[in-house]
């Protein structure tokens, strides 16, 4: 077990809730004790309510070599300590809670390739600043046959089928059962929509601290494909799961607090009512957009999203170039309102604490050199954007990103030595794993040449 004084480092909050009293109070039974790898892939041991005043103390074993962390089988047990700030009881199996854990390797103290733990400490240094960083994640979603292969609504078939209300009252079952639970849970879920695919949806909550955002979002995810399940279908957040159709985005809307309530991002003597300070975060977002893309599009399909040619809708709702507007949704940041902008770069498949974290990284690092946001383009990008000449594009495949990342010294320190390699060595073998698959397009376009 790590010393006192690491634990209490990555403990989040003050909440020092006794989950074995929260297991006698609230009937649980079992705890999923989770954390979520490099990959985005959630992981989980289930743990009897007997035992987890121990694993509270001690955290529960995994063996990290087995998911996608750069590990080795050699290396010592790596320890899942539960942040009992976190624990939700889950709404549709009440004797089982789900809680977040923090990462710790046995001797040796936090992890600090895990991704909460990167995200508790880029926390950590904006409140050294006074400040607290607040968002709001878009988590749009497909809801598939069971096999993944296609709408599972075969009446959805509308051109423009955004916002169809007879489209997601055909699927009001699932929708309404997991709006109903985010309720339960607290969350203040304020609307859901049919989006802009055919078999689309997404749901919205209140916006909450980076942490809390990237729990509940990590917890969305899991609740929704286990609704979609029971249900028979489902549900993916892959950003491209159907070609021709939009993709799966997940737009964050960004603001910063001081300590005593006010929003940092607000003025309303300044352009677009976003203060100085607004200013140079939205500056260091956009300084390190193409490296940031390897985080925020973490897959080979995500480029499939933001390098996509128009849609059967009319249009990709994703952008492709680094600009900025006013509300404006053809590009990559929107400022729709004072004091906040809405970053819509995210697809689907970003891992919910590294989306918070380098957005945390970039903010922090436009902060401290003061950086400029550049030029605001308020045309259409989508008929227009050949005249934007001088904004950098956005990565066109998961390599470039990679190497953007790479070449990125400032952000890669922001978000941490260890992590940085960690996440460049295991993208890049993903990377080389795709390139070594043959698929059927080169069989049907180069067989015969």
Request: with cysteine.
């Amino acid at each position: 077990m790590p010393p006192a004084p690491v634990l209490n480092e990555i403990q989040q909050g003050t909440d020092m809730t006794d989950l074995a009293e929260f297991a006698r109070e609230k009937g649980i039974k079992y705890f999923m004790i989770s954390y979520t790898d490099l990959f985005g892939g959630q992981r989980a041991k289930l743990v009897p309510a007997q035992a987890i005043a121990d694993m509270q103390k001690d955290g529960a074993g995994f063996a990290g070599f087995a998911t996608w962390l750069d590990l080795t089988p050699a290396h010592p047990d790596m320890m899942a300590l539960p942040d009992p700030s976190a624990v939700i009881q889950l709404p549709w199996k009440k004797d089982v809670a789900w809680v977040a854990s923090n990462c710790i390797m046995s001797g040796n103290g936090a992890l600090d390739q895990a991704p909460r733990n990167v995200l508790a400490r880029l926390v950590a240094e904006a409140a050294e600043l006074g400040l607290d960083i607040k968002t709001g994640v878009e988590p749009e979603f497909f809801l598939l046959s069971p096999e993944g292969t296609s709408v599972a609504d075969t009446a959805d078939t509308a051109v423009k089928p955004c916002y169809d209300q007879q489209a997601v009252m055909r699927r009001y079952d699932v929708i309404a059962e997991i709006c109903d639970y985010m309720l339960e849970l607290g969350w203040e879920a304020y609307q859901n929509d049919h989006e802009d695919a055919n078999g689309q949806f997404e749901m919205n909550w209140k916006y909450d601290s980076a942490m809390a955002t990237a729990d509940k979002h990590s917890f969305f995810k899991f609740m929704t494909r286990s609704v979609a399940e029971k249900h028979g279908l489902r549900a993916t957040f892959m950003p491209k799961p159907i070609m021709g159709l939009t993709g799966n985005g997940c737009h964050a809307h960004i603001s910063v607090w001081t300590k005593d309530g006010k929003n940092a991002f607000a003025d309303d003597s300044k352009e677009l009512s976003l203060s100085d300070q607004g200013r140079h975060f939205l500056g260091g977002i956009m300084k390190h957009a193409s490296a940031l893309a390897a985080i925020t599009n973490p897959t080979v399909n995500s480029y499939k999203r933001i390098n996509a040619p128009r849609t059967t809708s009319g249009a990709t709702w994703a952008p492709n170039s680094v600009t900025w507007t006013g509300n404006n949704r053809t590009h990559m940041v929107r400022v729709p309102g004072p004091g906040r902008f809405e970053l819509r770069l995210p697809d689907g498949a970003v891992n919910p604490y590294l989306l918070q974290a380098v957005i945390i990284a970039a903010g922090l690092s436009g902060l401290k050199c003061k950086a400029d946001p550049g030029k605001r383009w308020d045309i259409d990008m989508y008929a227009e954007g050949h005249k934007v000449t001088d904004a950098p594009k956005l990565p066109l495949n998961l390599l470039d990103a990679i190497r953007a990342y790479d070449a990125d010294e400032g952000l890669k320190e922001a978000m941490g030595k260890e992590f940085s390699a960690a996440y460049i060595k295991l993208k890049t073998q993903e990377w080389n794993s795709y390139t070594s698959h043959l698929t059927q397009w080169e069989r049907d376009n180069t067989l015969d040449i």
